[in-house]
């Protein structure tokens, strides 16, 4: 039995990641996720007024600065029990929305699409189709996906002005309402989307799509050739041919923090909940189980999990030791979880993925195709959103009385962004921020091993793995970015020795 250990460099995802590997005879037997970055955003904040974190921290992120403006906004509304006129709300999650849907549609066609124009696939039946639609750069489906997300992306900027680093959120509403006119224009740019994904991704209305419910009838439908020659359709057949669907399977337990809180604190559209494995249940969220390891972390240590009110975010590099990476283990409860569009649709009981879920289990494919079911359903629930503000114009877009002296407390933030559950947690002591935490949806997934050795999503979902190459290690590839990871969020110097550098 011959053992060796590898280490990856993974290009195309959001920040710098790399795996180490022990194969036993080709065999993954134990895996370290490392996020190779510090992020300081939570050191960086104490002492600093509390709004100066609408500032700052959208700026943890260029992909989903978005989410964390309203993660911030939301932990200081709960601090000072402001709720927000419907108008504001309305906007807060169209410009959500669209950044998450751009996300969506750009990692699905720039980051997963391109491991199929690998050379692995050279023989493959489907090989010229693959490069003639996902060739970085080059590839139809791929140019296509640069200029209808850089056109949808103006929806934030006709509200926020700008995107990334946008901060037209304030506690208590928005900078600037809804006009008709500016309605006007997200309609058209919303629009130009739908036709795009509707011609090119889905080859179908909509509608029609989004209404299968289960997966024979899903069978049934990408079985039609206009169907099958689509973006989509070209995916799942290779996918299914490589196995996608039966690969990187993790934890089954998942956690969403809902998608679209209604006007007046009366819910979301997409519950919050988490889905408990053993019992195949969905629960109540309660954001009180929610707790932070830093065993195996480059952190200074405390023992066993604390909740981010609790947690400490100070740096203590130690390369020599059994600690591996900047990122944190976040635990619901005892519980691995993994978030993100998975997540998101299985907990909302969503048909079609429910039943994929359940027949299938996760896998890359799986969260994958979820990512773009997501994709039709944020399409929908956009048109609904700009429908719904047609009634709220003229209506106050932002509170008359916001305090500007904030009172001591502690309050937090949860939003469901790009890639899944994102939580800020906030202290104010004295009138400044005394503590302030951030838990992201990487930090969940690629977390590494806990207080009890317990690995980490993403390192679950690769031991076992067989690797024939470690050299050129595409089902590693598949797996991770099926989850399109955000090292830039969850950590922000650290050069280890040799390394495989995978790129296609």
Not at 103 to 128: E, I, K, M, N, W
Request: glycine share 10%; net charge negative; proline share 6%.
């Amino acid at each position: 039995m011959s053992r060796i250990t590898v280490d990856i460099d993974l290009n195309r995802v959001e920040g710098d990641l790399e795996f180490q590997l022990d194969l036993e005879d080709g065999i993954v037997v134990d895996a370290r996720c490392i996020g190779t970055l510090y992020r300081g955003f939570e050191q960086i904040l104490i002492g600093r007024a509390p709004r100066d974190a609408l500032v700052i921290t959208p700026r943890v992120c260029g992909i989903c600065g978005t989410a964390h403006l309203y993660a911030a906004t939301l932990a200081l509304e709960q601090l000072a029990g402001l709720t927000p006129p419907g108008h504001a709300v309305l906007v807060r999650n169209l410009c959500l929305m669209t950044e998450t849907l751009q996300s969506d549609l750009r990692q699905t066609f720039l980051f997963f699409a391109p491991d199929f124009c690998d050379p692995v696939y050279a023989g493959h039946p489907l090989a010229a189709e693959l490069a003639a639609a996902f060739t970085p750069f080059k590839g139809s489906v791929a140019r296509a996906c640069l200029k209808t997300t850089r056109d949808l992306l103006g929806i934030v900027a006709i509200f926020g002005g700008q995107w990334p680093h946008s901060t037209y959120m304030l506690p208590g509403g928005i900078t600037q309402p809804a006009t008709a006119k500016r309605l006007i224009e997200a309609e058209e740019i919303l629009a130009n989307t739908r036709e795009w994904f509707e011609t090119t991704v889905i080859g179908d209305d909509l509608e029609a799509w989004m209404a299968i419910d289960s997966a024979a009838a899903h069978a049934r439908w990408l079985a039609a050739p206009a169907r099958a020659r689509s973006a989509l359709g070209l995916l799942e057949r290779i996918a299914r041919d490589a196995g996608l669907h039966r690969l990187g399977a993790g934890t089954g337990n998942l956690l969403s923090y809902g998608v679209n809180i209604r006007p007046g604190d009366a819910g979301h559209e997409l519950p919050a909940g988490f889905f408990n494995a053993d019992s195949a249940c969905v629960e109540a969220l309660d954001q009180q189980r929610i707790n932070e390891h830093i065993r195996h972390s480059w952190f200074f240590g405390y023992e066993g999990g604390r909740h981010p009110w609790q947690g400490e975010t100070i740096p203590d590099y130690r390369p020599h030791s059994d600690r591996y990476t900047w990122a944190k283990a976040p635990r619901y409860g005892d519980k691995v979880v993994q978030t993100g569009p998975l997540a998101e649709l299985r907990i909302a009981g969503e048909a079609l993925i429910s039943e994929l879920f359940t027949s299938e289990g996760d896998s890359a494919w799986l969260r994958q195709f979820a990512r773009l079911r997501r994709a039709g359903w944020l399409l929908k629930a956009m048109g609904e959103n700009l429908r719904q503000l047609q009634g709220h114009l003229g209506e106050p877009h932002i509170l008359a009385a916001v305090p500007q002296v904030w009172p001591d407390g502690e309050s937090y933030g949860l939003v469901e962004a790009a890639r899944g559950a994102l939580g800020h947690w906030l202290r104010v002591k004295d009138g400044v921020i005394d503590k302030y935490q951030i838990v992201t949806p990487t930090a969940w997934n690629a977390s590494p091993r806990d207080s009890s050795g317990e690995h980490g999503h993403w390192e679950r979902s690769i031991i076992g793995l067989s690797v024939p190459d470690p050299e050129r290690p595409l089902q590693i590839g598949h797996i991770v970015r099926s989850h399109d990871p955000c090292l830039v969020c969850t950590v922000h110097f650290v050069e280890r020795g040799n390394k495989i550098h995978f790129n296609v």
